[in-house]
């Protein structure tokens, strides 16, 4: 059984499938990442909750996606059952407790948990182009795009602020170029056309205020548990991308918002990453980059990332050498790539004398799993065969009632139901238009003499009469008898264009120059 300084995970076995002892994993080495991995139907998610359950008792807020609803029993007290049982007596786990835990229910679309945004500026324009899967030229663009709006004090909260700024950008693409470099029309269009299916995936769900704080994902309870952040994502997964671009914007935001704490004596917070594969697939390398960055700095901010995946080389190796607490479930080898899996999973295990490690991956039972963990000085466990501990909580989903019951009671109720649409640059840049029409509708109403200081044209209605006693007390001059010749010199010039031939032009001239000299 697990002391108050680590998490129960389950009690390994000994060659003869006899007890052996239990398997922690020492909080002041859970903000050294970790990885959950294994093939569907071995027990990743099960593994997942009896982990948050852990950190969740120990005082440590956890955030975590729910890909298929399972996850959300968390919230519930656990139920007796046969097998459940049965486990807890082969793993010696007496008194085997059931417990609810402390849930905050999320969802980017605001239908299962509270509505969850971050503004496009907090987003930024390397995981925007990301998201939306632009070329190199097309993130050069965007990249512009954020400087100009950071150079003229533009907010970018919302899709339609950056769908403005990327209008005005295009409209000013001379101006711009001479300082920043080209930006073609057609780049800011395929970026237009980008936010446009992001906008019909549901992106506008997501970008807007109010964003999320990352205090309220880091809450503990009045009896000192942490809080379970459950981030319903069977919708989401729909969008991959979105999904995965949200994440590591989240985990990003963590890096930057907490302060440095060193190594605690627990993790401030753990961060589980579900179908982690989706956040490297087809990723550019810079994204990979960031991940790794990210991954390899956040521990000095007190957060633990644990990668749940199906295969390990989902994660790439840079990411891989920075998770130190694995929980590895069977894996099928039936083809080539899942054999190259088994023994990469295999050969990143300290051995174990008493198995074979590739062996056994394949053979593993439903919850039953190969675990190591940091020990002291933070070395790596030798690998154990393990059962995995039931979880106290509840097995399997809550009900649509059970759930809207939490999102009521819940701490954050209110905070983020209602969008707020102050204003940035989208505004702005209405304003701006609207300030320039009326401009140009000033500067033509002068022109054509509606502000008393154009042209006038005698007979046309437009002239001052003069006053009595003759003279002209208007605010138009008196027109001179050169502006009467002017015009009819235009009439006549009109004329001669009329005529297409050149001995015609030439007639038609000499015509009008002696009516010319009548005038």
Not at 48 to 56: D, H, K, N, P, R
Request: with cysteine; proline share 6%; hydrophobic share 40%.
């Amino acid at each position: 059984m697990a002391q108050d300084d680590s998490i129960f995970i389950g009690a390994s076995r000994k060659p003869d499938d006899s007890y052996q002892r239990p398997e922690d994993l020492l909080l002041k080495y859970g903000n050294r990442h970790g990885l959950v991995t294994g093939a569907t139907g071995t027990g990743k998610t099960v593994t997942l909750q009896i982990l948050a359950e852990g950190f969740s008792n120990a005082g440590v807020p956890v955030f975590c996606a729910d890909i298929k609803g399972d996850l959300s029993g968390i919230a519930m007290m656990g139920e007796a059952k046969d097998f459940l049982t049965a486990r807890a007596e082969a793993i010696k786990l007496d008194p085997y407790d059931f417990q609810e835990f402390p849930v905050i229910f999320w969802d980017l679309f605001g239908e299962q948990g509270h509505p969850i945004r971050a503004t496009i500026s907090e987003m930024g324009p390397l995981l925007l182009s990301r998201l939306m899967n632009l070329s190199e030229a097309q993130e050069g663009v965007l990249n512009i795009a954020f400087r100009i709006a950071d150079e003229e004090g533009m907010l970018l909260l919302d899709m339609k602020d950056l769908q403005s700024l990327l209008a005005n950008v295009a409209e000013r693409a001379d101006e711009i170029g001479a300082r920043y470099g080209n930006v073609t029309k057609p780049s800011v269009g395929a970026i237009q056309r980008s936010l446009l299916v992001l906008e019909q995936q549901g992106g506008n769900n997501f970008f807007g205020e109010p964003a999320l704080k990352i205090a309220d994902i880091m809450r503990t309870t009045r009896d000192g548990r942490g809080a379970i952040n459950v981030l319903a994502a069977d919708k989401l997964m729909m969008n991959p991308r979105l999904y995965a671009t949200f994440l590591l914007w989240l985990l990003s935001e963590l890096f930057e918002v907490l302060p440095e704490v060193g190594d605690p004596d627990k993790p401030k917070l753990v961060f589980f990453f579900d179908e982690a594969h989706l956040l490297f697939d087809e990723a550019p390398k810079i994204v990979v980059d960031r991940v790794e960055q990210v991954v390899r700095l956040i521990r000095s901010k007190g957060v633990g990332v644990y990668f749940v995946t199906q295969n390990p080389l989902d994660v790439p190796e840079t990411v891989l050498a920075q998770l130190g607490n694995r929980v590895q479930h069977a894996l099928r080898a039936y083809t080539p790539r899942e054999q190259k899996a088994v023994k990469t999973a295999a050969d990143t295990f300290r051995p174990n004398p008493d198995f074979d490690c590739a062996k056994a991956i394949t053979q593993l039972g439903t919850g039953e799993a190969l675990v190591s963990t940091l020990e002291a000085k933070g070395v790596p466990s030798m690998v154990q065969r393990t059962l995995i501990r039931p979880p106290a909580s509840r097995l399997g989903p809550i009900t649509p009632q059970e759930r809207q019951k939490l999102i009521k009671e819940s701490p954050v109720a209110g905070q983020y139901d209602q969008t707020v649409d102050r204003e940035s640059a989208f505004e702005m840049l209405q304003k701006k238009a609207l300030d320039a029409q009326k401009a140009q509708e000033q500067a033509q109403q002068a022109n054509t003499g509606g502000g008393g200081g154009g042209w006038t044209i005698p007979g046309f209605g437009n002239d001052t009469p003069p006053a009595s006693g003759g003279r002209n007390t208007g605010s138009a001059p008196r027109p001179r008898t050169s502006n009467r010749q002017t015009v009819t010199e235009a009439a006549l010039k009109s004329v001669v264009r009329s005529v297409g031939s050149s001995v015609g032009r030439a007639l038609v001239r000499g015509i009008l120059g002696s009516l010319k000299k009548g005038f």
